[in-house]
């Protein structure tokens, strides 16, 4: 299980660096002919998110952040799906600095789980 743990802690990381490459583009007004490939690595980000979180649960990390990650995965999904018709017009940069700020959320939560979980699984020689 810590091999699955530290795949999609990988795997997480990797999309939130193509999600950051592919966002600075799109802000600066270029590309915007890859949001559906934005769109889905942030749906495999949180796939991998509630993946960990259940393992996470397997292994009796905290309830409290297991949960955490569930809710926190939904939110991302929701507010990546919606943004665009959130605060359209001249505020709209604040929606996309909320978008900013809850995916970077999701890659800390994915990093608390797969911590937590590795620390209550046995030691594997």
Known sequence: MKTAITV????VRLCFVVLLVLGII???GHG?????????IGIILVVSLWLT???AAIARAPMGLVIAGLLWGALTIWLGA?????????????????????????????????????????VTA
């Open 53 to 55: 979180a259940i393992l």
């Open 26 to 28: 799109f802000w600066t």
């Open 82 to 122: 919606s943004q665009m018709s959130l605060l359209p017009g001249g505020a709209h940069w604040i929606i996309q600095v909320l978008h900013l700020l809850v995916g970077m959320g999701a890659v800390g939560i994915n990093e608390r789980l797969g911590a937590a979980a590795n620390a209550r699984l046995p």
């Open 32 to 40: 915007l002919s890859l949001i559906p490939t934005h769109m889905t």
């Open 8 to 11: 999609l802690r990988m795997l």
